[in-house]
């Protein structure tokens, strides 16, 4: 199957500094990425839609601003957080879709970057 | 996009069978289900996909009424390692992924 790498794993970053989270998609060509972000016990909730060449589609309540998506080529998509916050501090996975051969939806998800903001 | 409804917890013991129900009633022509596993600081792994009727793989099987306004999860044999958050996802392609809160399966020894 489709491999994602998402990196770094982990980050720990001082308050107003920002931090860098990359989503390389392997072996298939990804025009669509998704960003997402997890508190703890919580469910996964969209932050943004990453769509190669264009601008980012942001969900309601996410400052574009402040998490800065580029999706430069169709394997690379990264999202930077910027001026970091303790608020911001959470686990933050991309997930690649393509049809399937039933023109079903498959979703290859990144390992995750968990963020701590000191 | 169709809302998906799931139990909050389970608990089981090692060896049972699990069955987790997800209620999916305004689900389009076009959507597909999928089931998606989660442990602590992972991202969610793929478990089961299917359209209606039954899918079986190696590690659980998907059951899907005629009117497909619910699925069903079955785990066949829990052990503690299955201990996570379960995802049931209907969309279909080009769409995003919206992630209930999930069920959390304890299995306990």
């Known amino acids: 199957g489709a491999v994602v790498s998402q990196h770094p794993s982990w980050v720990i970053c001082k308050s107003g500094t920002s931090v860098k989270i990359e989503c390389r998609s392997l072996?298939?060509?990804?025009?669509?990425m998704f960003w997402y972000r997890q508190f703890p016990k919580q469910s996964l909730m969209l932050m943004a839609t990453?769509?190669?060449?264009?601008?980012?589609?942001?969900e309601q309540g996410v400052e574009k601003d402040k998490f800065l998506i580029n999706h430069a080529s169709l394997t690379l998509s990264t999202l930077t957080v910027t001026s970091a916050h303790p608020e911001d501090s959470s686990f933050y996975i991309c997930?690649?879709?393509?049809?399937?051969?039933?023109?079903?939806?498959?979703?290859?998800f990144g390992q995750g970057t968990r963020l701590t903001v000191v | 996009l169709a809302k998906t409804t799931q139990p909050i917890s389970m608990d089981s013991y090692e060896g049972q069978e699990v069955n987790i129900t997800c209620s999916h009633n305004n689900i389009a022509t076009n959507d597909y289900i999928t089931w998606y596993q989660q442990f602590p600081s992972q991202g969610p792994r793929f478990i089961i996909q299917?359209?209606?009727t039954k899918v079986t793989n190696e590690v659980a099987s998907l059951f899907i009424p005629a009117d497909r306004k619910s699925s069903t999860l079955s785990l066949p044999r829990v052990s503690l390692s299955d201990t996570a958050v379960y995802y049931c996802l209907v969309n279909n392609y080009g769409q995003n992924f919206v992630f209930g809160p999930g069920t959390r399966l304890s299995v306990l020894p």
């Open positions: 072996d298939f060509q990804a025009t669509t």
């Open positions: 990453s769509n190669e060449g264009s601008k980012a589609t942001y």
């Open positions: 997930i690649l879709s393509r049809t399937g051969g039933n023109m079903n939806t498959e979703a290859f």
């Open positions: 299917g359209y209606k």
